[in-house]
């Protein structure tokens, strides 16, 4: 979140020297992620192996069933960043903007429950009253979704300079490292939050409206839904890094799903 993904407080934790670079160099910097959150988007739904899985790196053992399932156009757009894996500065701002963007839509939200609990205290409003009751669980799942993003950023932060240890996906003699693969997908997530949850939210503090805080609870739900798939991977085809301290948050997601759920039936 906003005040634990600060550069003194999270990303100094690291001992390696890429992860003191990322603390140093990263406030205030922006990466573009666009091109490979799209591309994954057509990723998650592959269902077809396209690549095939080798070991690299002292140790590294290949992912249980040595076949994953990656598309070409995930591959390529891995491929065009590969400067970005090369540059701890470069990972490093990646980072930060995900924490800033995490952060603003937190503080959007919890804005937005605060003068909705203005209107309803003040005026007889039933709608008003509704939707300030349904915020705080709707603000509860952002956190929890959110913390699950923050968690796995700061877990690829911390395992920049050992990354080649969790295998590599190889097409046409090129190799790309599975955390490539691993931040594409939570490019996937950045991509929904700057294209649905961003709009709905201002639409809905704005107009204050059932339809618009249904639409924002609608956005939300498709954002967990893409975390737990990111989730669901990790759990099931990244044991190594699961090994490593990666935690899925499966149950975590699943938990701001059914706090959604709530929200929505409570209007």
């Given at each position: 979140m906003g005040d634990s993904r600060s550069a003194d407080g999270v990303y100094g934790k690291g001992d390696a020297t890429s992860s003191a670079i990322i603390a140093e160099e990263a406030t205030g910097a922006e990466v573009a992620t666009t091109a490979?959150?799209?591309?994954?988007?057509?990723e998650i739904a592959a269902s077809e192996a396209s690549a095939?899985?080798?070991?690299?790196?002292?140790?590294?053992?290949?992912?249980?069933?040595?076949?994953?399932?990656?598309?070409?156009?995930?591959?390529?757009?891995?491929?065009?960043?590969?400067?970005?894996?090369?540059?701890?500065?470069?990972f490093g701002k990646w980072v930060v903007k995900e924490?800033?963007?995490?952060?603003?839509?937190?503080?959007?939200?919890?804005?937005?429950?605060?003068a909705l609990d203005t209107i309803a205290k003040k005026k007889d409003d039933k709608d008003a009253q509704r939707l300030a009751k349904a915020m705080p669980n709707i603000n509860e799942a952002l956190k929890k979704a959110n913390d699950c993003v923050s968690d796995w950023n700061l877990w690829m932060s911390r395992h920049f300079d050992t990354r080649a240890q969790y295998g590599v996906v190889q097409v046409d003699g090129h190799k790309f490292s599975l955390l490539e693969v691993f931040q594409a997908q939570i490019s996937t997530v950045s991509l929904c939050l700057t294209q649905k949850v961003y709009p709905a939210m201002g639409v809905a503090s704005q107009s204050m409206t059932l339809n618009t805080v249904k639409l924002l609870v609608s956005s939300l739900q498709e954002y967990c839904q893409k975390l737990k798939v990111i989730g669901i991977r990790i759990k099931?085809?990244?044991?190594?890094?699961v090994a490593a301290g990666l935690n899925d948050h499966v149950g975590d997601v699943d938990t701001a799903i059914t706090d959604l759920v709530v929200s929505a039936n409570s209007f």
């Open positions: 490979v959150g799209e591309a994954v988007a057509t095939t899985l080798v070991a690299e790196g002292t140790g590294a053992a290949a992912t249980e069933g040595a076949v994953e399932a990656v598309a070409p156009e995930v591959i390529e757009a891995v491929a065009a960043n590969r400067t970005f894996w090369q540059s701890a500065q470069a924490a800033v963007e995490l952060s603003l839509l937190e503080a959007g939200a919890r804005a937005f429950e605060a099931d085809k990244e044991q190594k890094m």
